[in-house]
C-alpha cells in the first residue's frame, strides 16, 4: 500500500506554499486589476539603483545625492474634485540640498529618460515644452524638496486640478544645487506612482 500524499516528501514541502496563497489573496494584499483608485495614495520604497534584481519603485540615479537606501514617502491626495496636492518626505539624502521635483508622464527605468517629459495640465504641442504658458508651475506639479543638515526633507505643491488616469506615472527629481558633478537638470532619483 502506498504511503498517503501528506507523507510524501514533495507534498510535505509544496503545503505551506500551498497555504500561504489563499492567505494572501484573503488579505487584501492582492488587490485586483480594475479596482478603483483611492483619492488618497501613499508610495513608500527605499532607493535602489535601477539594476536591482526586483525592479525597484524608488531609482537613484546618483547615489552620491541620493544614496541607495534613503527612503522617500509620497502622498498624493485628490480627495477635493479638481484638486490635487503632493507631499513628498526624505531621509538620507546628501544634507543641505535642493531638488526640485515634478511629475512626469513615463514610468522609472534604467534609463533615467524612461520617465519621459514633466506632466502637463493643458500638453504644449512642442515637445520639449519651453514655452512659459506651458512649462510653468499652475500647469506643472512642481516641488522645491530642500533637505536639512542630515538629509532629510519635506515638501507640499497643490495644483487646482487632477492629472488624467495613466498619465502621470512617476515623480522625479532633479540633481538641483549646489551644483557638483551633476548639472542641476540631470535625472537624479525617481519614483514610480502609477503602473
Known amino acids: 500500500m502506498s504511503a498517503p500524499l501528506a507523507a510524501t516528501p514533495l507534498a510535505a514541502a509544496l503545503l ?19 479596482s ?12 535602489d539603483p535601477a539594476t536591482a534584481f526586483v525592479p525597484p519603485t524608488a531609482v537613484s540615479y546618483a547615489n552620491d545625492l541620493v544614496p541607495y537606501g534613503a527612503h522617500t514617502r509620497i502622498v498624493t491626495d485628490r480627495s477635493t474634485p479638481g484638486r490635487t496636492v503632493l507631499t513628498m518626505t526624505v531621509t538620507g539624502l546628501a544634507p543641505d540640498h535642493e531638488f526640485p521635483a515634478h511629475l512626469h ?67 522625479v527629481m532633479h540633481a538641483g544645487t549646489p551644483t557638483g558633478p551633476h548639472a542641476a537638470g540631470d535625472r537624479a532619483a525617481c519614483v514610480k506612482l502609477e503602473k
Open 16 to 34: 505551506p506554499l500551498a497555504l500561504l496563497v489563499p492567505a494572501a489573496a484573503s488579505s487584501g494584499a492582492l488587490a485586483p486589476s480594475g
Open 36 to 47: 478603483a483608485a483611492s483619492p488618497v495614495s501613499v508610495v513608500e520604497a527605499a532607493f
Open 105 to 171: 508622464t513615463g514610468s522609472c527605468g534604467a534609463d533615467p529618460a524612461s520617465s519621459g517629459p514633466h506632466y502637463q495640465d493643458a500638453v504644449d504641442p512642442v515637445q520639449p515644452s519651453t514655452d512659459p504658458a506651458y512649462a510653468n508651475g499652475r500647469n506643472e506639479l512642481r516641488l522645491a524638496l530642500r533637505t536639512d543638515e542630515h538629509g532629510e526633507g519635506t515638501a507640499t505643491a497643490s495644483v487646482p486640478w487632477q492629472p488624467r488616469p495613466g498619465e502621470a506615472r512617476s515623480l
